[in-house]
């Protein structure tokens, strides 16, 4: 039986038993309605659209904070994260967090840290003549979409920064060059390709460089020319090597390979682990 057929069999019971649960406890999963919110952007000079997922508020402790979850393409992987937090959390797996759903205009700006025109063959094409708009996106989530939240939510200071593709490789770019942002990152099938390997040069450079790191990161590759010399896993194997081979003092961090998924299947079952990894540790409070 291949893994492939055993994660669909899980997810799919997950879903059976979350759905049964919810018709015999229906008090118990109400969720709180997602938001969806328009932040008028001075940074980007634009309009930004964002979803919000806040869980349910213990009425025994108002004042109680939730870590926060800042996830790239919300469009496509919002209901995902939020049902899998939504389901861990009622059983205390983990803890109740907030859900950051960010949507792009222009994923290909927002989401690569240099200009390039040339494509994951090697060929130019004119869709990437927006790219590199890494840095000026960072400014818009530190200077005004992370202040807004904690202004107006009970938004805690632990913080996760996640994305696929080249959402991965922004969340990594992020780590290295603005470590102050986020305590920990998820990188699912990173697009480590881009710009002739930028990030992984990036990445090699302040590995070298670097003392400490107090931070966590998850990364990971499904079927991606897993058996070409050169390619998305080849890429990511390389980042696991350079990560293994000079780990700063207080990285934690963890790569795994999805060999049955495919590019766009492999966040279901990744971000579930990526879950799982960074609150690995964490035991919910003692009852009263």
Known sequence: MSNSFNHTKYLILFLLLS?????????????ISNEVITIPSKVLNEERQ?????????????NKTFPVLYLLDGENHFHILSAYIDYLSHYEIIPPMMVVGIISKDRRKDLTPTNSTIDYFGKVDSIYKTSGGNEHFFQFIKAELIPYIETNYKAGSYKIFAGH????????????????????YIAISPSLWWDNKYILKL???????LADLNKTIFYSTANEGINEPDSFHTDVLKFDSLIANRTPKGLLYKYKCYPEESHMSEPIVAYYEALRFIYQDWKPPLKK
């Open 19 to 31: 759905l049964q649960s919810k018709a015999q406890n229906a008090a118990l999963f109400n969720h």
């Open 50 to 62: 964002i979803y919000i997922y806040v869980p349910k508020q213990d009425s025994a402790n108002p």
């Open 165 to 184: 593709s080249f959402g991965g490789i922004t969340t990594i770019n992020c780590m290295f060059t603005h470590p102050d942002m986020f305590n920990a």
């Open 203 to 209: 990445a090699e450079s302040k590995l070298t460089k």
